[in-house]
């Protein structure tokens, strides 16, 4: 979709400018010329910005830390928590 009319910037290419290092509203008026001519984009142009930043954070954000255990690490962790009784009857 058409972002900026005036200079035929696309919000695809407003993502990929975010990709490679743009950050400010100001980086895309220095790289795709967005809000140079009639500044009516503006507004808009702002929120693709701030919308494809929060995505590229999202992608750089680390993967939840997954162990694997095996069922008696598992039971040893289950004793240390007390969440089972292993007392021998
Ligand atoms: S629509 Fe972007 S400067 Fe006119």
Do not use: F, W
């Amino acid at each position: 979709m058409y972002i900026c009319v005036c200079k035929g910037v696309t919000d695809g290419a407003i993502r990929e400018a975010v990709n490679n290092g743009a950050e400010r509203m100001r980086d895309l008026k220095n790289c795709l010329g967005v809000t140079e001519q009639c500044g009516i984009c503006a507004c808009h142009a702002k929120e693709v910005l701030e919308q494809a930043r929060a995505e590229k954070a999202q992608l750089r954000s680390p993967m939840p830390q997954i162990t694997c255990l095996t069922t008696e690490q598992l039971e040893e962790t289950d004793y240390e928590r007390g969440c089972r009784d292993y007392s021998v009857a």
